[in-house]
């Protein structure tokens, strides 16, 4: 795939995340938000674990966008490393995280779904800024320096992993209309 297939499909997956997860907090009240089940994290302590790990890859990316060359045309691939990081993180995955990106136990307020939709636009945002650079372009990886991704990597990483902590929100949320 290039990327000038890949940036519209990515924009619009993310797109898709956005609306998912907004849809499934706001059918939540503030203890439902909050409510901690015996195997993991609240739904807003996910969304909280969201924006942890993924401000470290914005960050990231926000300087590869300044020295990217151009480069449209590029067949893209995802890494052996990134192929890994998708397994465990991504939709499929269930590798517990690291002590630094646990979430506090909250309580948490219907905030932190507004600071998570402005941080996950912000990857949209760089994801227009890369369109026409090569996004085979090499970064180091924000937790594990000694290795690198691309930034097609890295975009597909985050998608990956919203995939998975969305469909976990979504969960959580049909549990509570079970109850009702």
Known sequence: MKATEYLPAFRERIESLIARGSEAIKALDLQELNAVPEDGWSPAQILEHMMMTH???IDALVQAVKQM???PGAELHLSRFARTLI???GPGGNAPAP???HPKPGPYEFEVLSRWE???RELLAISGEVAGKDLSFAIRNPFMKAFKMSVYDCLE???QHTERHVGQIED???????VE
Do not use: C, K, N
Request: charged share 15%.
């Open 172 to 178: 959580r949320a049909a549990i509570h209309f079970l």
């Open 87 to 89: 397994r465990f993180g």
């Open 69 to 71: 060359p151009a480069d």
């Open 55 to 57: 401000g470290h890859y």
């Open 118 to 120: 402005a941080q996950t």
């Open 157 to 159: 990483v985050f998608a």
């Open 99 to 101: 002590r630094s990106l």
